[in-house]
C-alpha cells in the first residue's frame, strides 16, 4: 500500500503563490490516480483537483480552475499543487488522495489513501 504525506502549508497573504508536495512511499505512484480535496471547518472533504497516472488527463473544481495547477513526478514519487492568486476563501486543510482507477474522478469515495493533510491559511 501507498503511503502519502503531505508538505508546504502555511500562512500566506491574498494573492500570493504557494506549492504544496505530496510525497509517496511504499508503492510506486505511477500505480495510482492522485488527487487534492479539501476540508473547510465543519464541512466534508472536497473536491480541488486530480490527475490520472501518468499526467495525460487532469480535472479542476472550478474555485480553482486557472489558479491552481496539479502535477505528478513518477520518478521522484511526488504529487505537487502549484496554488496561485490564492483567496481567503481557499483556507483549508489540503489532503492528497491516492486511487487505484485509472480514470480520474471527483468522487472521495475512490481514493482509498490518504495523507494526514497540510493548513493552507490565507490572509486578507
Known amino acids: 500500500q501507498v503511503q502519502l504525506v503531505e508538505s508546504g502549508g502555511g500562512l500566506v497573504q491574498a494573492g500570493d503563490s504557494l506549492r504544496l508536495s505530496c510525497a509517496a512511499s511504499?508503492?510506486?505512484?505511477?500505480?495510482?490516480?492522485m488527487g487534492w480535496f479539501r476540508q473547510f471547518p465543519g464541512k466534508e472533504r472536497e473536491f480541488v483537483t486530480t490527475?490520472?497516472?501518468?499526467?495525460?488527463?487532469?480535472d479542476y473544481a472550478d474555485s480553482v480552475k486557472g489558479r491552481f495547477t496539479i502535477s505528478r513526478d513518477n520518478a521522484r514519487n511526488t504529487v505537487h499543487l502549484q496554488m496561485s492568486s490564492v483567496k481567503p476563501e481557499d483556507t483549508a486543510v489540503y489532503y492528497c488522495?491516492?486511487?487505484?482507477?485509472?480514470?480520474?474522478?471527483?468522487?472521495?469515495?475512490?481514493?482509498?489513501?490518504w495523507g494526514q493533510g497540510t493548513q493552507v491559511t490565507v490572509s486578507s
Open positions: 490527475i490520472n497516472y501518468n499526467g495525460g488527463s487532469v
Open positions: 488522495a491516492g486511487s487505484r482507477y485509472y480514470t480520474i474522478s471527483r468522487d472521495s469515495r475512490r481514493y482509498a489513501y
Open positions: 511504499g508503492r510506486p505512484i505511477s500505480d495510482y490516480t
